[in-house]
């Protein structure tokens, strides 16, 4: 690998290799997971190249394929499992400058990967008054290309489902490593191959994404004594075809009182809150059933003075994620896990094994036609044994865990490498030179495809 030699053949394409600036950009949000921090702490790229154009990242893939340099690419970088970090040195790419909208219709949009998510929106309501299905929290920074290669979901889930859903992207295009990269153009199945990919399988530069009809949501925050009657509540509104939701969480308390910073003067002690985000017409079924659940109203958008709306951050800013964030913001020492509750008995049976240690927060997603609990529950982190026993715990009482402190695509249960997904991998990058080491099928020809117990995106293949 020579980097230099990379570099002379890159022309005017923009690079930057001042050791502080580059290790900077060689970071996304892996330092959420105490255990992901300790491993990758110290992993950075030597170098980060910033095509313009579709045709600059060919060169630059040409380049790294001639030369052997690993390439990661990256968005925003707002990642939280370590996807983004350079494990083989080499170049980091950046494709924060794709960021053209190709094209709206009524019922899509076609944009470059470098698109954020919240600027897509923005150009989709004024042409034709639809907006994205769902997107990640960190909307107002995420790339477009960052959501289909390291994201799953989010806000809109509750009604939309997730990326794993054929129907939720509509075609990918992508550029191959090879020694004379190639555009291809992915649609169908054939999506799932580079969807939650991390960018192993190839680079994403432009995308399709179906479009749902935009609503001047209302952001509501309820209150309960009691977190499982929360849930319950959740539940039945979720439930219910009849209200255009687009998002509906759960927190048990402390949550709001200790991290909600701008939130917690509406909530009282001991309360456990739900965040919602209703279309306007639902607005007034959803209090209909607040009430029959002895919930109370702390805060609606829609009947906030212009000082609230203008000091308050929207209430998805204190979802998904967002949580987890909020809480390391106040305490350092708190991480999460990703969990999915069969049934509201199996979250009250975990709240109360583990209380406090694991403050529990859910979001209400729809998945596969049934609405489920997937958890983000915060953690009260003391050590990784401890972690390993909280995550044994949830297993041992019919739980689904997605381990969000792993960083290869197997380990975390998040996506299921198969034999098809090899194969693409080694048509659209055969030496290995996009994003090593977060493919564990790729490193070890021995890798057992049926090793997994659950994974978040299935694979190509039917279940062997
Ligand atoms: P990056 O972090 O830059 O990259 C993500 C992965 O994709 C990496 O593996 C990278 O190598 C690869 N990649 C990036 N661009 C390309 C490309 N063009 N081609 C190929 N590979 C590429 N995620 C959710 O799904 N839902 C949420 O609600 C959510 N909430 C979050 C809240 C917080 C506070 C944080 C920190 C993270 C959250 N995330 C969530 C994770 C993350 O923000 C999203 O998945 C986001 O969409 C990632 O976009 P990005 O541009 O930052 O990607």
């Not at 400058?97 to 190709?102: A, E, K, P, Q, T």
Request: with cysteine.
């Amino acid at each position: 690998m020579s980097i230099a030699a990379f570099r002379a053949d890159l022309g005017d394409v923009p690079v930057e290799d001042h050791p502080r600036i580059v290790q900077q950009r060689s970071r996304d949000h892996y330092w959420y997971s105490p255990v992901l921090k300790a491993k990758l702490d110290h992993v950075s790229a030597e170098i980060v190249v910033s095509p313009r154009t579709q045709d600059e990242v060919k060169r630059v893939l040409a380049a790294a394929y001639k030369h052997k340099v690993a390439v990661t690419p990256r968005g925003a970088g707002t990642g939280n499992y370590g996807q983004a970090m350079p494990l083989a040195g080499g170049a980091m790419l950046n494709l924060m400058n794709l960021d053209r909208v190709v094209r709206i219709e009524k019922d899509r949009v076609r944009a470059e990967a470098g698109t954020v998510l919240e600027k897509l929106d923005n150009e989709t309501r004024a042409a034709v008054g639809g907006e994205l299905r769902f997107h990640p929290s960190t909307y107002r920074m995420a790339s477009l290309g960052g959501f289909i290669a390291g994201g799953s979901g989010g806000v809109g889930s509750i009604r939309w489902g997730g990326l794993r859903n054929l129907g939720s992207i509509l075609s990918v295009k992508i550029i191959t490593c090879e020694e004379g990269p190639r555009a291809l153009e992915l649609t169908g199945e054939d999506v799932l191959k580079v969807a939650h990919a991390y960018g192993t399988n190839g680079i994403i530069v432009e995308a399709e994404m179906p479009l749902a009809p935009a609503y001047d949501w209302v952001d509501i925050m309820v209150g309960f004594d009691d977190f499982i009657t929360a849930c319950r509540f959740a539940e039945t509104v979720a439930s219910q075809e009849s209200l255009l939701l687009k998002e509906l969480s759960p927190c048990a308390a402390p949550i709001a009182q200790e991290y909600f910073n701008r939130h917690k003067s509406y909530v009282r002690d001991g309360q456990s809150v739900v965040l919602i985000m209703a279309a306007p017409v639902a607005v007034e079924p959803v209090l209909i059933y607040l009430a029959h659940y002895g919930g109370e109203v702390l805060y609606r958008s829609d009947e906030a003075s212009e000082e609230e709306l203008r000091r308050l951050p929207p209430i998805y800013e204190l979802a998904w994620n967002h949580t987890t964030l909020r809480a390391l913001k106040v305490d350092p020492t708190i991480t999460y896990l990703q969990t999915r509750y069969p049934t509201l008995k199996h979250v009250e049976k975990i709240v109360s094994l583990l209380g406090d240690e694991l403050p529990m927060h859910i979001e209400m997603t729809r998945q596969d036609g049934e609405v489920t609990f997937a958890g983000l529950p915060l953690v009260r982190y003391t050590s990784e044994e401890r972690l390993e026993e909280i995550v044994r715990i949830h297993e041992d009482n019919e739980c689904l865990v997605f381990n969000p402190h792993r960083y290869t695509l197997e380990e975390g249960g998040m996506k299921r490498t198969d034999k098809a997904q090899l194969a693409f991998k080694k048509e659209a990058d055969p030496t290995g030179l996009l994003n090593p080491g977060k493919m564990v099928a790729w490193d070890d020809p021995d890798y057992d495809f049926n090793a997994g117990r659950a994974w978040l995106f299935q694979g190509l293949e039917p279940y062997a």
